[in-house]
């Protein structure tokens, strides 16, 4: 592999907690991965780990062929941008973008092409003889972003790069994102972010972190098609989780039987069976579940209904419902086998 990052079982503890548990994850050239979990992990942890802000406890960090984990921080060739900016306030956003070239020690004619070029791909020509406090957040984080790809590197990571955006700038953000990746096609990105639909809109794959360990790694259709397990059905896209008792070629749940694809699952045992919410139907059909409805929502395109199901909340997403149904209304649901994954038995919660 010429480029790319590569952890091999890096472990990373404070005052002996471990908060990253023997990571195994491979980023390969050109390639996004996000790295999406819940505060606290351990994302940050493992990007830092990347960085050299960290030193692992065990494991090794590659960059490409080189073993990069003795390397101080300067000598990895990485580009870094966190979620608060971190411009130096005092200078203007050229000199700001220059800064790694010059401790990088780069001749200065190389270093006015490479500071214009870095404005020009990130849309902030215009504003090179200003000085941060001049400018709005989303365009201090764009300097930002000029800064860490004006040295050039092979690795670039961005750490909730846009969680200190408001929501309508956060969207035109990653749509610059996605643009600016496909400029710059060799260059691997991990992505640390709490937010699925930045993972799910920007990664080529995407590393689930839950409490320390990476539970689950694939593309964003494979993990929301065919989650492995509950925590990643739920924090990759929201699913309805409900527990059932695998038969033969069926689940009984609540004791209703529905087709599904049962895998290798035994007869008589525990199962979670997952489904997502906009993949109900409401009425008759295939894999017909009965209820009553608890709760409705509108969120202008869809409308939420919450139906309690022999005691477990089902929720369904709607479109085009005309006439809703009122609350305490008996509904009938209906689903595809092909639109259920049946997942191992874990801790199902009813308290979304
Ligand atoms: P995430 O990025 O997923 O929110 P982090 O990697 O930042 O998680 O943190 C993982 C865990 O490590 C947390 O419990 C956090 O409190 C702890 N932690 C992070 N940095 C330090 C530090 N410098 N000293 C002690 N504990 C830390």
Same mark, same amino acid.
């Given at each position: 592999?010429?480029?790319?990052?590569?952890?091999?079982?890096?472990?990373?503890?404070?005052?002996?907690?471990?908060?990253?548990?023997?990571?195994?994850?491979?980023?390969?050239?050109?390639?996004?991965?996000?790295?999406?979990?819940?505060? #606290?992990? =351990?994302?940050?942890?493992?990007?830092? $780990?990347?960085?050299?802000?960290? *030193?692992?406890?065990?494991?090794?960090? !590659?960059?490409?062929?080189?073993?990069?984990?003795?390397?101080?921080?300067?000598?990895? #060739?990485? =580009?870094?941008?966190?979620?608060?900016? $971190?411009?130096?306030?005092?200078? *203007?956003?050229?000199?700001?973008?220059? !800064?790694?070239l010059k401790a990088r020690r780069t001749p200065k004619a190389e270093i006015r092409q490479r500071v214009a070029d870095a404005l020009e791909m990130t849309g902030m020509a215009a504003y090179a003889r200003r000085h941060p406090r001049e400018l709005s957040g989303g365009q201090q984080q764009r300097v930002a972003?000029?800064?860490?790809?004006?040295?050039?590197?092979?690795?670039?990571?961005?750490?909730?790069?846009?969680?200190?955006?408001?929501?309508?700038l956060r969207s035109g953000m990653l749509t610059e994102l996605a643009r600016l990746h496909r400029e710059l096609p060799d260059v691997s990105i991990l992505y640390v972010t709490h937010d699925q639909v930045e993972a799910l809109t920007l990664a080529d794959r995407i590393a689930v972190m839950d409490r320390a360990r990476l539970r689950a790694c694939g593309t964003p259709r494979e993990l929301y098609r065919a989650p492995s397990d509950e925590f990643t059905a739920s924090f990759v896209g929201g699913a309805n989780l409900v527990p059932v008792t695998v038969?033969?070629?069926?689940?009984?749940?609540?004791?209703?039987?529905v087709k599904v694809d049962t895998g290798g699952a035994v007869a008589g045992a525990?199962?979670?069976?997952?489904?997502?919410?906009?993949?109900?139907?409401?009425?008759p059909g295939p894999n017909q579940l009965t209820g009553v409805i608890r709760e409705i929502q509108w969120r202008g395109a869809t409308h939420?209904?919450?139906?309690?199901?022999?005691?477990?909340?089902?929720?369904?997403?709607?479109?085009?419902?005309?006439?809703?149904?009122?609350l305490g209304d008996p509904v009938v649901l209906h689903f595809a086998p092909d639109d259920a994954v049946l997942l191992p038995a874990g801790v199902v919660g009813d308290d979304r």
């Open positions: 592999m010429s480029g790319g990052i590569r952890f091999d079982s890096v472990t990373v503890a404070y005052d002996g907690n471990v908060v990253l548990d023997s990571l195994d994850l491979t980023v390969g050239t050109g390639e996004v991965m996000a790295l999406l979990g819940p505060s #606290g992990s =351990g994302k940050t942890t493992a990007l830092r $780990a990347v960085a050299g802000f960290v *030193r692992p406890a065990s494991g090794r960090v !590659f960059l490409g062929d080189r073993d990069v984990t003795d390397l101080p921080p300067y000598r990895r #060739g990485i =580009g870094m941008v966190v979620q608060q900016y $971190a411009l130096f306030p005092h200078m *203007r956003v050229d000199a700001n973008v220059a !800064f790694g972003i000029a800064r860490a790809l004006a040295i050039r590197p092979d690795v670039l990571l961005l750490d909730e790069p846009l969680s200190a955006l408001d929501a309508q038969g033969a070629g069926s689940v009984s749940l609540a004791g209703a039987e525990r199962a979670t069976l997952c489904v997502r919410p906009h993949l109900i139907g409401l009425g939420r209904l919450y139906v309690e199901v022999g005691g477990h909340t089902v929720l369904a997403d709607l479109r085009e419902l005309r006439n809703p149904p009122g």
